[in-house]
């Protein structure tokens, strides 16, 4: 993460975001109608079948719970040192 990043999720952080908002101009004091939960789609678009349970066994391997936890690993990148 560059210093920039770090400087403006710390500027995210502090307590001065209701120092510049005018929260009394929000949407929702303004009493504007809440934006959808899920975009509208089109009634008309082509629908794509998913695949059957025994259309994709074949390539599920029979693993409990126990060994998928146990054989997770990390994917992620952390630096040594931050900035």
Known sequence: MSEYDYRINR???????RK???FSRTDQNLG????????PFDPDAP???LAGSDQWQ???R???????????KSRR???????
Do not use: G
């Open 11 to 17: 500027e995210f952080l502090k307590d001065s975001l």
């Open 20 to 22: 510049r908002t005018d």
């Open 32 to 39: 504007r109608p809440v934006p959808l939960v899920q975009k």
């Open 47 to 49: 629908r794509i079948s």
């Open 58 to 60: 074949e390539f599920v």
């Open 62 to 72: 029979d693993i409990s719970l126990d060994q998928i936890i146990a054989n997770r």
């Open 77 to 83: 990148n952390y630096a040594q040192d931050p900035p």
